[in-house]
């Protein structure tokens, strides 16, 4: 199998060899071809040169971001966690607000009601005022 692969690499530099002597034409000298040659290869390397200047330059956008999105996650969480605190206390106020309302509908608080805003007391009672 290593064997094919190479006489198949062989033969597609044969064929490609035999493609450049058409373009030059059979009579070229070997210093033209040497030129041919050179260019090519020019060409090959600052084709190589600019694709990897763009992956290059897209792998520095690529972590730019990312240090910016972790920056904004953090800052996200940081609030998530500020809104979960609030909703917490939120939840703890709520919590004593209906206990206060399930106590004003008792009559223990009806009574100290009258009792502190109108002065009201049972027959039975004697008050005893401070002077």
């Keep these: 199998m290593i064997f094919a692969k190479k006489h198949f690499i062989i033969s597609i530099t044969q064929q490609s060899t035999a493609i450049e002597n058409k373009a030059m034409g059979e009579t070229a000298a070997p210093a033209e071809m040497r030129k041919?040659?050179?260019?090519?290869?020019?060409?090959?390397?600052?084709?190589?040169?600019?694709?990897?200047?763009?992956v290059l330059l897209f792998c520095a956008t690529l972590g730019i971001h990312s240090i910016s999105l972790k920056a904004n996650c953090l800052e996200l969480q940081k609030q998530e966690q500020e809104l979960q605190r609030k909703k917490d206390e939120l939840q703890k106020e709520k919590?004593?607000?209906?206990?206060?309302?399930?106590?004003?509908?008792?009559?223990?608080?009806?009574?100290?009601?009258?009792?502190?805003k109108f002065g009201l007391v049972y027959d039975d009672e004697i008050i005893f005022k401070a002077e």
């Design 36 to 54: 041919y040659m050179r260019r090519r290869r020019r060409r090959n390397r600052t084709g190589l040169f600019l694709v990897m200047t763009v």
């Design 95 to 116: 919590k004593s607000i209906q206990e206060q309302k399930a106590y004003m509908q008792t009559d223990e608080y009806i009574e100290n009601a009258a009792r502190e």
